[in-house]
């Protein structure tokens, strides 16, 4: 079984630019999520999709993040424009069931590193 | 909100030395759950441990619920282990949208 997949690994942006984050989860998990960990931090929920719905968005930092999983299926994550401090390591994260304790848990993926210089 | 606390913050050892990481939590645990960043990124589920006490291979993880903290445990460290180990837990019920402390760094030389 395929785990979860993010592109690209690693992104260098100028300030200003944007930069569109791809994250395909396992397949037949509606749960899809997006965390984001700056540098020497803790790592930040974004977003909680179920299917095609946005469950939750507030961690979203601004309106310059735009979430979409199109058909339930991929997710991308658009930074525009993207500023100085959205640096970090995103990731993405994948569940069967969205009210889950612990038995079944997230299935990550390796992340993206993006860099805005 | 709920507050998760990591430390050390950065640990170096060398091959087959063990280590304790220690995780505490300002709130009663229902979720809690050990994760290791590896060199190549990805997050793995190392332990679901919302209480009392498992182990799996070289790794262990304890969990005081009545004290909030938990402990994982790294016997005879190998270079492998090396990466970043994050605990998360949860608000019990309803949707599962964990707090990360901000990790522990753990460098394991040969």
């Known amino acids: 079984e395929a785990g979860v997949t993010q592109f690209p690994s690693h992104s260098v942006i100028e300030k200003g630019q944007t930069v569109t984050l791809r994250c395909d989860p396992i397949?037949?998990?509606?749960?899809l999520y997006w965390y984001r960990r700056v540098m020497g931090k803790e790592i930040k929920f974004l977003l909680h999709f179920v299917k095609e719905s946005k469950q939750d968005e507030s961690g979203m930092p601004n309106n310059r993040f735009l979430a979409e999983r199109t058909g339930g299926t991929y997710s991308t994550l658009k930074v525009q424009p993207a500023e100085l401090e959205d640096s970090g390591v995103y990731f993405c994260?994948?569940?069967?069931?969205?009210?889950?304790?612990?038995?079944?848990?997230?299935?990550f993926g390796s992340g993206t590193r993006l860099t805005v210089v | 909100g709920i507050q998760v606390e990591q430390s050390p913050p950065d640990l170096i050892l060398q091959e087959g030395a063990n280590s304790t990481l220690r995780c505490n939590f300002s709130d009663s645990v229902n979720n809690l759950q050990w994760f290791h960043q590896n060199p190549w990124g990805q997050l793995i589920n190392l332990f679901y441990i919302p209480s009392g006490t498992k182990q799996n291979g070289r790794l262990s993880a304890t969990t005081v619920a009545t004290e909030r903290y938990s402990l994982l445990y790294i016997s005879s460290s190998q270079t492998t282990d090396s990466g970043v180990y994050f605990c998360?837990?949860?608000?019990?019920?309803?949707?599962?949208?964990?707090?990360f402390g901000r990790g522990t760094s753990l460098i394991v030389h040969p």
């Open positions: 998360a837990r949860a608000p019990s019920g309803g949707s599962y949208i964990p707090t």
């Open positions: 397949s037949g998990h509606d749960n």
């Open positions: 994260a994948s569940s069967q069931d969205s009210d889950y304790l612990g038995n079944y848990g997230y299935t």
